[in-house]
């Protein structure tokens, strides 16, 4: 009878440094994606939920708040 000898081949740490690198990146990335960096703000105009907004106070010149009055006013007294 013969016989048939196998012989085990040492594993490679290869794929599981893969792996563990893949992982990793994932892990990152998904914390990038999820951490909000300015909590509470509002970006690309969406509208805020549950707050009150503060009015601004307005730095035009009060001379330009003037014409901008009247010329807001003329196509009205024109119609």
Do not use: C, Y
Not at 10 to 18: A, G, K, Q, T
């Amino acid at each position: 009878m013969a016989e048939i000898q196998i012989e085990q081949q040492p594993r490679s740490l290869l794929p599981w440094l893969i792996g563990l690198a893949l992982l990793a990146l994932m892990v990152i990335g998904l914390t990038l994606v999820f951490a909000d960096p300015n909590p509470g703000t509002v970006e690309d105009g969406v509208p805020e939920i549950g707050k009150v907004h503060e009015k601004k106070k307005d730095e035009t010149p009060r001379r330009l708040q003037q014409w901008a009055l009247v010329a807001e006013a003329e196509p009205a007294r024109a119609a």
